[in-house]
């Protein structure tokens, strides 16, 4: 390994290199991966530094999802447009249903000045998380799933108080878990602590990174409207009680399409970060390209496009399948419901799991999502309860850390207008906006 990737803080992990992608690679490949097949990422700086030779761009992939993607998503804003210009909602007093009137004089609280306050204290939150992270990582690790477990355990409280005793004893269980776990993984903190600070690293010196995960974001917002529109005649009629069977249909292909959608989005913010991350550890800190972020979003965009619309596809259906199940739920199957819940949950979650490793591949070799599929599938074969280990430690400490932010966002939000319910409700609102962006930036 390159003199400029050791570092000497890993030998305290008894590791004498970092560890490398490379026993995942194709058997044809050497230890640089020069037989990686395509046109270099970074054509100027490939030659004077053969780490950079891996990564490639192999030509477009898995045209057909990205083609069937395109086309759902041009025609969704076709017709969300043509609905926003030219429907009229049904009124809801015609079908007896009764009608609420909003006095606008009494709404006290300006819609932008509060947005403006609360994406302030977003921004100054996130970072103020990046540099707790990057100076107390193993701290940060600690505390926060020692927190968990106390979380836990004042759940299980809450659920005697309330008489809910088989709930209380759940969670007990689980309390004990946790910190019998935390106690067995207590080696691996300092490894995992290293693997955060190196995340925070990478995202602090390389800010074109949260702009493109903030571009994407404000344009799957953007799309939400039109969505939304598209939506409206068929949810009017069902509201109205109009609905047909073939609203029934159009709202199920509407939530596909949300699902598929919001998946994309995720994963080409999450390729782009893994191309950056991939790029600074395989290059070197010194050694580094010009425009890495760039160069990751543009191929994540372009020839990744496909691999990255293949694999959301299938998460996608395996979260309609679980709507589809949850909304017709009823009383007489409440268990088989229950149960089948529970599988496609478990299913999606190990789906989505997979696919982040998946797409890791796609950043750094610029695959297709079957090649990448199977690298990954070699992964789990060779080191999976080390990569999950590392996960698990990670995971309760960005969760927290999002915790943490939303409550600073109640807070403040709460002292400006001095009210506790503008700030409760502002608070619920960070909280899940900051857990999705955690879970799209995937840095760890």
């Known amino acids: 390994m390159d003199q400029d990737l050791k570092s000497s803080k890993y030998k305290a992990y008894n590791l004498e290199v970092l560890p490398e992608a490379e026993i995942y690679s194709q058997h044809t490949e050497n230890l640089h991966g020069v037989a990686v097949n395509g046109i270099p990422l970074y054509p100027n700086e490939t030659p004077g530094n053969p780490r950079l030779s891996r990564f490639v761009v192999q030509g477009c992939q898995d045209v057909w999802a990205a083609v069937i993607f395109i086309a759902m998503l041009i025609m969704s804003v076709a017709w969300g447009s043509a609905n926003l210009a030219t429907y009229e909602p049904i009124p809801l007093n015609s079908t007896g249903h009764r009608t609420i009137a909003i006095d606008a004089s009494n709404v006290k609280v300006s819609t932008f000045v509060l947005l403006f306050v609360i994406f302030a204290v977003s921004i100054l939150g996130a970072c103020g998380s990046l540099m707790l992270i990057g100076t107390f990582p193993r701290q940060i690790i600690f505390i926060a799933n020692v927190m968990t477990a106390v979380l836990t355990l004042a759940g299980a409280v809450v659920a005697f108080i309330s008489g809910v005793i088989f709930a209380g004893f759940l969670l007990v269980i689980a309390c004990f878990f946790q910190v019998l776990w935390l106690y067995l993984v207590r080696d691996r903190i300092m490894f995992s602590a290293e693997l955060l600070k190196a995340s925070s690293e990478v995202l602090s010196k390389y800010k074109a990174v949260f702009l493109s995960a903030f571009f994407m974001t404000a344009t799957s917002f953007v799309y939400m409207i039109f969505w939304s529109a598209m939506c409206l005649p068929a949810a009017d009629r069902t509201n109205a009680g109009y609905d047909s069977a073939g609203d029934g249909f159009l709202l199920t292909f509407f939530m596909l399409l949300l699902f598929w959608v919001s998946e994309v989005v995720a994963n080409v913010i999450h390729v782009t970060t893994a191309g950056v991350t991939a790029t600074w550890y395989f290059a070197g800190e010194g050694r580094m390209p010009k425009n890495p972020t760039l160069a990751s979003f543009k191929r994540a965009v372009t020839t990744s496009f496909g691999s990255i619309c293949f694999g959301s596809l299938i998460v996608a259906v395996i979260r309609l399948l ?123």
């Not at 999976?384 to 960005?398: K, S």
């Not at 109640?410 to 700030?423: D, F, K, P, R, W």
């Open 322 to 444: 679980r709507w589809i199940m949850e909304s017709t739920r009823d009383n007489e199957n409440e268990f088989i419901h229950c149960v089948t819940s529970c599988i496609l949950s478990c299913l999606e979650s190990i789906l989505e799991y997979f696919n982040t490793y998946a797409f890791v591949h796609v950043a750094v070799y610029g695959c297709g999502y079957i090649e990448a599929a199977k690298r990954t599938w070699q992964l789990c074969k060779q080191c999976f309860f080390a990569a999950y280990f590392n996960d698990a430690l990670i995971g309760p400490t960005l969760t927290i850390l999002s915790l943490g932010v939303s409550a600073l966002i109640g807070i403040v939000v709460g002292l400006v207008y001095a009210s506790t319910t503008i700030g409760a409700f502002s608070f619920l609102g960070a909280l899940i906006v900051h857990i999705l962006s955690f879970l799209w930036w995937r840095v760890q």
